[in-house]
């Protein structure tokens, strides 16, 4: 006697043929905020309704966990379609030959379109392989309410900025607040270094450690971090902005634009505004010429041996068309820069509220834009996001970060701790082969 199927199980076999059918796109990303999650959610399930058969995985990482989690996919052999990455990180993986080129998405976008800076991030041979999702830089954030009381004027000079940090420092008040973290001390230590004239690396690969800026800059952080809270260098950007907004310090020089949406949140009404918590420029070390600030601008990378690479590419042009894209900025309005010169120029944009609310912020970043003040973390010049694919692993050594705890924690003298981490980093890269 023949079987008859039931309802259920042909419902079932139907369904499991449809997931069968489905083609996943994997998509990770960086922005954890719940309205940033939300927006690249709706963004996702607006493609999906476009794109029948098609299923868009969206997850939310940890700028601490995204790293590992790459590489653990791709020695898995399971790299997701798309993921955000810091540009060292993009142009190692570039020079290893593990993405693909989004040569159409920037071609849709139109070329001329996109910001020449943002362009430079992740670019070899005259193809992108890694394109910004969007930008903001770091910022020194200061309490205008007390400097105006103290009569401080904006410091040009890292000796201004210390001696500010000094008379901010009174009645409970710490003049200056650092995220201790690997990371931000490595983020910290580039711009520093850049704006006192300094490298990392010769162009041989040989660290320049010892050198005269970055023996100065390691005096700076020595005599800056005095004025920091007890304990900073176990703090992490939110308990740093906590400080911050909490009136327990007056400066943070590792702030982002980001933060204002935190002070809005966290800081008593009266004072949660510009006239309180505003931006003043960064100053310039005694062997620089011009400011420096890093550039929060991960790339969207595309993984060679994903499953659905064709599909990722549509996706990053739906993502980057206006009514999706200025979604997603406006989460974080005063943070999440527009890569295209469209969207940052159009009204809908530009009537951002929050923008209106924070403008001094918005312009104080669009000067290291424009002046190309701003540079991805470790990245002196351009040339070394494709001449030093070694950053990366530079950055995950620890290397920099106890080379400046010595100094400001352990009260090393800064040519001692500087000669130890240039013998622990010429070691490092005579193992991975980039110094003979």
């Given at each position: 006697?023949?079987?008859?199927?039931?309802?259920?199980?042909?419902?079932?076999?139907?369904?499991?043929?449809?997931?069968h059918a489905q083609k996943?796109?994997?998509?990770?990303?960086?922005?954890?905020?719940?309205?940033?999650?939300?927006?690249?959610?709706?963004?996702?399930?607006?493609?999906?309704?476009?794109h029948p058969g098609v299923?868009?995985?969206?997850?939310?990482?940890?700028?601490?966990?995204?790293?590992?989690?790459?590489?653990?996919?791709?020695?898995?052999?399971?790299?997701?379609?798309?993921?955000?990455?810091?540009?060292?990180?993009?142009?190692?993986?570039?020079?290893?030959?593990?993405?693909?080129?989004?040569?159409?998405?920037?071609?849709a976008l139109g070329e001329a379109n996109i910001w020449d800076q943002v362009k430079r991030v992740c670019r070899?041979?005259?193809r992108q392989y890694g394109l910004v999702h969007a930008a903001g830089t770091s910022l020194l954030i200061y309490r205008k309410d007390l400097a105006q009381k103290l009569g401080l004027k904006p410091p040009r000079t890292w000796a201004d900025l210390v001696a500010n940090a000094k008379a901010f420092t009174t009645g409970g008040m710490y003049g200056i607040t650092i995220p201790g973290d690997n990371l931000f001390i490595n983020i910290l230590l580039g711009e520093l270094l850049k704006a006192n004239g300094g490298i990392f690396f010769?162009?041989?690969?040989?660290?320049?450690?010892?050198?005269?800026?970055?023996?100065?800059?390691?005096?700076?952080?020595?005599?800056?971090?005095r004025y920091a809270p007890p304990g900073w260098e176990g703090h992490g950007y939110l308990e740093t902005f906590t400080n911050l907004y909490g009136q327990k310090a007056a400066m943070m020089y590792q702030g982002y634009g980001r933060g204002a949406g935190l002070i809005e949140k966290g800081a008593p009404p009266s004072m949660a505004n510009a006239e309180h918590f505003d931006v003043w420029v960064k100053p310039v070390g005694p062997s620089g010429r011009e400011p420096a600030a890093q550039v929060d601008?991960?790339?969207?990378?595309?993984?060679?041996?994903?499953?659905?690479?064709?599909?990722?590419?549509?996706?990053?042009?739906?993502?980057?068309?206006?009514d999706n894209y200025l979604e997603y900025v406006q989460t974080v309005p005063i943070h999440l820069f527009p890569i295209t010169k469209s969207?940052?120029?159009?009204?809908?944009?530009?009537?951002?509220p929050m923008i209106q609310r924070w403008k001094s912020w918005i312009e104080v970043q669009e000067g290291y834009l424009n002046n190309d003040q701003g540079k991805p973390t470790l990245v002196i010049d351009w040339d070394d996001m494709n001449s030093k694919p070694y950053l990366m692993e530079?950055?995950?050594?620890g290397i920099l970060r106890d080379m400046v705890m010595d100094v400001a924690l352990e009260n090393k003298a800064p040519r001692e701790a500087a000669s130890r981490a240039q013998k622990r980093l010429e070691d490092l890269l005579k193992s991975k082969g980039y110094l003979k």
């Open positions: 006697m023949k079987t008859i199927p039931s309802v259920a199980a042909l419902l079932l076999a139907a369904a499991l043929s449809s997931a996943v796109i994997r998509v990770w990303h960086t922005e954890t905020q719940p309205n940033s999650q939300e927006a690249v959610r709706n963004i996702a399930k607006r493609f999906e309704a476009k299923k868009v995985e969206v997850e939310a990482l940890a700028w601490g966990d995204l790293e590992g989690k790459i590489m653990a996919s791709l020695a898995a052999g399971t790299p997701p379609e798309l993921s955000h990455g810091q540009p060292i990180t993009c142009a190692a993986l570039q020079s290893k030959g593990l993405l693909l080129p989004l040569d159409e998405v920037v071609q070899v041979g005259g010769d162009k041989q690969n040989r660290p320049q450690l010892s050198s005269k800026p970055m023996l100065e800059t390691l005096e700076f952080i020595r005599d800056l971090t601008e991960e790339p969207w990378m595309l993984f060679k041996g994903s499953k659905n690479p064709k599909e990722a590419v549509e996706f990053l042009k739906f993502f980057y068309q206006k969207l940052r120029a159009d009204r809908d944009y530009q009537a951002t530079v950055l995950g050594s």
